[in-house]
C-alpha cells in the first residue's frame, strides 16, 4: 500500500476497515479500547501533550477508540524552553534527550536516551501493556525509535508486541549510535500526520519512508497538533477502527 496523503480536495479512502459493516460496528462498540503510550514534544511535558490533544478535539473525537497514557521524560529540560512552548504551556518541562553536536567529529549524540530508554522499559513493564505508541515532535523521533528496537529483538522483549504506532510531526533520528534502526523498513502499521509549514517538515517526511506501508495525512499548518475533520478524521478513525478488529480477531483465536 502506497502512503495515503489527504491534502485539501482529496477523496482518497481507505481500505483498512471496509469489512466494517453493521454486525463489526456493533462487535468494535463491544470491544476495550486501544491502550496507548504518548511521548511528548522536546522539553514539554506529558500534562503539555494532554493539552494539546484537548485544544486540537482529538481528545474528543478518538474518545471511544484510545485510552491514553501520557507520561513525563525522566530528563530535566537541561536547556531554554522553546519559544512555541513557555508562552502557552506551564511547566515543568521534560526532554527524551538532547541532541549534542560534536562539531569537529561532525556527529551528533542524544545526551539522556539511555536514561529515556531505561524509563520507558520501567513504564511498560509497570504500565503495560500498550496496543500502540504516539509521540508529538521529538516524543515522535522517541516512538519510533522504540518500536523500531523492539521490532530488532533489541528493547521491550518482555513486554507484548506494540501493534501500531502515530506519528504527529515526527522526526528524524540523527545520532549514528541508533542509525542502524532504519537499515530496513519497519512493519508495523502507522500513521503519519505531517504540517505543509512544519519545520521539521523534511524530517517528518524522510520518517515516513522508513516504514512499511504507512499512511498519511497532511494538514495545512505548521508545528502543532492538528485538528482532524472531515476525510482526514475519518482515516485516523477507520485506521484505529482497524487495530481494534485485529484485535478482537487475535482474542478471540487465542481462546479457542
Given at each position: 500500500m502506497?502512503?495515503?496523503?489527504?491534502?485539501?480536495?482529496?477523496?482518497?479512502?481507505?481500505?483498512?476497515?471496509?469489512?466494517?459493516?453493521?454486525?463489526?460496528?456493533t462487535?468494535?462498540?463491544?470491544a476495550?479500547?486501544?491502550?496507548v503510550?504518548?511521548?511528548?514534544?522536546f522539553r514539554?511535558?506529558?500534562?503539555?501533550?494532554?493539552?494539546?490533544?484537548?485544544?486540537?478535539?482529538?481528545?474528543?473525537a478518538?474518545?471511544?477508540?484510545?485510552?491514553?497514557v501520557?507520561?513525563?521524560?525522566p530528563?530535566?529540560?537541561?536547556?531554554?524552553?522553546?519559544e512555541d512552548?513557555?508562552p502557552?504551556?506551564?511547566?515543568?518541562?521534560?526532554?527524551?534527550?538532547?541532541?549534542?553536536?560534536?562539531?569537529?567529529?561532525?556527529?551528533?549524540?542524544y545526551?539522556?536516551?539511555?536514561?529515556?530508554?531505561?524509563?520507558?522499559?520501567?513504564?511498560?513493564q509497570?504500565?503495560?501493556?500498550?496496543?500502540?505508541i504516539?509521540?508529538f515532535?521529538?516524543?515522535?523521533a522517541c516512538?519510533?525509535?522504540?518500536a523500531?528496537?523492539?521490532?530488532?529483538?533489541v528493547m521491550?522483549q518482555g513486554?507484548?508486541p506494540?501493534k501500531?504506532?502515530?506519528?504527529f510531526?515526527?522526526?528524524l533520528i540523527?545520532d549514528?549510535?541508533?542509525?542502524?534502526?532504519y537499515k530496513?523498513?519497519v512493519?508495523?502499521?502507522?500513521?503519519?500526520?505531517?504540517g505543509?509549514?512544519?519545520?521539521?517538515?523534511?524530517w517528518s517526511?524522510?520518517?515516513?519512508t522508513?516504514w512499511?506501508?504507512?499512511?498519511?495525512?497532511?494538514?495545512?499548518?505548521?508545528?502543532?497538533i492538528?485538528?482532524?475533520?472531515?476525510?482526514?478524521l475519518?482515516?485516523?478513525r477507520?485506521?484505529?477502527?482497524?487495530?481494534?478488529?485485529?484485535m478482537?480477531?487475535q482474542?478471540?483465536?487465542?481462546?479457542?
Amino acid at each position: 500500500m502506497s502512503p495515503v496523503a489527504l491534502c485539501s480536495g482529496d477523496r482518497h479512502i481507505l481500505s483498512l476497515a471496509q469489512s466494517s459493516s453493521a454486525n463489526g460496528a456493533t462487535s468494535r462498540a463491544m470491544a476495550r479500547k486501544l491502550r496507548v503510550l504518548a511521548l511528548h514534544s522536546f522539553r514539554t511535558s506529558g500534562k503539555t501533550f494532554a493539552l494539546q490533544m484537548n485544544r486540537a478535539g482529538l481528545d474528543k473525537a478518538l474518545q471511544d477508540l484510545l485510552d491514553i497514557v501520557y507520561v513525563d521524560a525522566p530528563n530535566a529540560a537541561s536547556g531554554p524552553i522553546p519559544e512555541d512552548v513557555k508562552p502557552y504551556f506551564d511547566g515543568p518541562y521534560y526532554e527524551w534527550w538532547n541532541a549534542e553536536k560534536d562539531e569537529e567529529r561532525d556527529r551528533v549524540t542524544y545526551r539522556g536516551w539511555d536514561t529515556s530508554k531505561g524509563f520507558l522499559e520501567k513504564i511498560v513493564q509497570e504500565q503495560g501493556p500498550f496496543d500502540g505508541i504516539m509521540g508529538f515532535s521529538q516524543g515522535g523521533a522517541c516512538a519510533s525509535t522504540v518500536a523500531a528496537l523492539q521490532r530488532l529483538g533489541v528493547m521491550l522483549q518482555g513486554a507484548a508486541p506494540l501493534k501500531f504506532a502515530i506519528f504527529f510531526a515526527g522526526a528524524l533520528i540523527r545520532d549514528r549510535n541508533l542509525s542502524y534502526i532504519y537499515k530496513e523498513k519497519v512493519t508495523l502499521p502507522s500513521v503519519h500526520i505531517i504540517g505543509d509549514k512544519d519545520y521539521v517538515k523534511e524530517w517528518s517526511e524522510f520518517q515516513l519512508t522508513k516504514w512499511q506501508d504507512p499512511i498519511l495525512i497532511r494538514h495545512p499548518r505548521g508545528h502543532v497538533i492538528p485538528r482532524l475533520e472531515g476525510e482526514k478524521l475519518k482515516v485516523m478513525r477507520t485506521f484505529l477502527e482497524a487495530q481494534q478488529t485485529q484485535m478482537q480477531a487475535q482474542q478471540h483465536s487465542s481462546k479457542l
